[in-house]
């Protein structure tokens, strides 16, 4: 069991983790979703004990990261797949974690072969492209066979196929009991592999449920065809709908269910030729969510300074 | 748990990350080949014009000193090792994978220290020792005043310079662990050992007599001397400051470690 207590992360006067307060359980993934800059890598550099928190703690099964004597039994991290001596070896690198730890060295070569970079373990890492750095990085975090899993932004680099294959692979660990903490940026990937979202924006709690709970509490937008677009529009305005050209003949409007849109139709007399609700997507949700905050808002392109 | 790894884990874990680099192998052969070839270059230079060397000269003449003198460039060799040995890890970033692997950071720094003081102090004796005896021997062979390791004082003096050089090892370490970077970390290494006896060197000489000795380069020179003069520390005392310095700067590198965020 992983919990973050009360965590807060202060850099100068960056507030980067803001009294972030929840728990990730084992046997699924979950995901961590918020913008760059939100505070996510630094609530896991919290976790692993690179970084102190300025108020809370975070801990693993009730202890703190440094009071593991051999913590990558207990915890395996992904956070930077660059972090590496560039001039040692793969299998090198392993050895000295493994050694560390007490970890046989057999399960060096398990983990090597499992990622597949067993047929480039004798070449130094600083060679390695972004890919087989971050092959070699889940190798290293599986290497104590440890509970708890966290991976910080672990599709960038990969290519779809490495895509396809780390999101069953997370399945896989949280079937066999595992806790799976997965940071990510983009809406879409946590949409498809967790099972289990929390939501932060600068620094601070803002949601969290499965994609289901999270989508279902959206108000979505309502797609209507009508004979009329500019007087139904006046229509539903004086409802207090909001309603958006979508085409010559199509609105589309948010605020109103489409129960609503059809009534209203029928009583100012307007043919109706499609009437279609429109489900928010997880990345809708997001995207209203973490509107306010962004640590950089988007500026009119073609401004130059 | 049973197995739960301690301090010579991490130290094991230490030395193989350190031989497991080719930088370890340029930075050792680098202080091979400073202080023996300049032993051998000094000391046929010095056989050559033996005959034109005053009568004082050829009194003031010290075998040992000039036959280890390669430990003066060496010790920027060991140096650099030291620092390197850390900073490279703050370079690359392998740093957090480290701590993420030990978090006791004192440990850390510990098992590191273990694997320079263990290396640099068996690799140093031997290059000094093979040092001072080509040097000797390039010495007898031109009928020059030689000296033997049967002199207990010179003994003293030849193992006080393989001291020197790991000390110094552990000096750039420990200024690499609070400066975190090698070109900051060289920066003032240099100074320390180059820079601040010129500035020294400008004082009035009543504040010289009661600064230079305390030096890092002087200390060296007294652990050295076979005869203290009163200027400066006996070599026990010598050996004894250096060792301080060297613990202290160590001490505060692991306290910052523990301090500063990774």
């Known amino acids: 069991m992983l919990k973050i207590d009360h965590l807060s ?34 609530t896991m550099r919290v976790i692993i004990g690179l970084d102190r928190p300025t108020h809370g703690r975070a801990t ?79 190798a290293s975090a599986l290497l ?40 990510s940026h983009l809406m879409s990937e946590m949409a498809v592999s967790a099972d289990q979202i929390i939501v932060i924006g600068r620094g601070k709690f803002i949601t969290s449920g499965t994609v289901a709970e999270l989508t279902a509490n959206a108000t979505g937008t309502v797609y209507v065809r009508c004979a009329d677009a500019t007087r139904l529009g006046e229509v539903l305005g004086a409802l207090e709908g909001v309603c958006e050209p979508a085409n010559e003949q199509g609105l589309n409007v948010s605020g109103l269910s489409s129960d609503q849109v059809g009534e209203a139709a029928l009583s100012a007399g307007i043919a109706i030729y499609e009437l279609t609700p429109q489900r928010a997507s997880l990345e809708d949700v997001f995207m209203s969510l973490t509107a306010d905050s962004l640590e950089y808002g988007h500026h009119d392109a073609g401004v130059a300074p | 748990m049973s197995d739960s790894p301690t301090l010579v884990d991490t130290t094991r874990s230490e030395m193989l990350k350190f031989r497991t680099v080719r930088a370890t192998f340029i930075g050792l052969a680098t202080l091979v080949v400073l202080t023996i070839g300049l032993a051998v270059l000094i000391t046929i230079v010095i056989r050559t014009n ?53 978090p006791r950071r004192v440990h850390l720094v510990l098992a590191k220290a273990i694997v320079l003081l263990v290396t640099f102090f068996v690799v140093s004796e031997a290059v000094v020792f093979a040092a001072f005896i080509t040097g000797q021997s390039i010495y007898r062979s031109g009928h020059l005043p ?31 662990l609070i400066l975190r970077t090698t070109s900051v970390t060289i920066s003032v290494y240099v100074t320390i050992l180059l820079i601040i006896p010129i500035i020294v060197n400008f004082l009035p000489s009543s504040w010289q007599d009661h600064i230079t000795k305390y030096l890092p380069s002087n200390l060296g020179e007294s652990m050295l001397s076979q005869t203290p003069s009163v200027r400066s520390f006996a070599w026990g005392t010598a050996a004894l400051l250096l060792a301080i310095y060297c613990a202290v700067i160590v001490a505060v590198g692991a306290v910052t470690l523990v301090r500063r965020d990774a």
């Open chain 1, 9 to 42: 992360k202060r850099y100068g006067e960056t507030m980067a983790v803001d009294d972030l307060d929840f728990e990730v359980t084992p046997g699924v993934v979950t995901g961590f979703l918020g913008p760059n800059g939100s505070g996510k890598s630094t």
């Open chain 1, 60 to 138: 693993i099964n009730g202890k703190t990261y440094d009071e593991f004597k051999a913590p990558l039994r207990e915890v395996g991290a992904l956070l930077d797949a660059k972090a590496l001596d560039p001039s040692r070896s793969a299998r090198n690198h392993l050895r000295a974690l493994a050694t560390a730890n007490r970890i046989p060295i057999k399960r060096v070569d398990e983990v090597l072969e499992f990622v597949g970079v067993a047929s480039v373990a004798h070449k130094k890492v600083g060679g390695f492209s972004l890919g087989m750095s971050q092959r070699l990085g889940i």
């Open chain 1, 144 to 183: 104590g066979d440890p509970g708890i899993l966290l991976f910080d932004e672990p599709v960038n680099g990969l290519d779809p196929e490495g895509i396809r294959w780390i999101r069953d692979f997370f399945r896989s660990l949280a079937k066999e009991g595992r806790t799976v903490f997965v940071s």
């Open chain 2, 50 to 102: 033996w005959n034109q060397r005053s009568l004082a000269d050829k009194l003031a003449f010290d075998p040992v000193a000039t036959s280890l003198a390669g430990i003066f460039f060496a010790q920027f060799a060991v140096g650099v090792m030291g620092a390197r040995f850390i900073t490279a890890e703050y370079a690359s970033g392998a740093i957090r994978t480290t701590l993420t692997a030990v």
């Open chain 2, 146 to 176: 030689s000296v033997s390791l049967a002199d207990s004082t010179v003994l003293r003096a030849v193992i006080m310079a393989g001291i020197y050089l790991t000390l110094l090892t552990l000096i750039g370490f420990g200024l690499g």
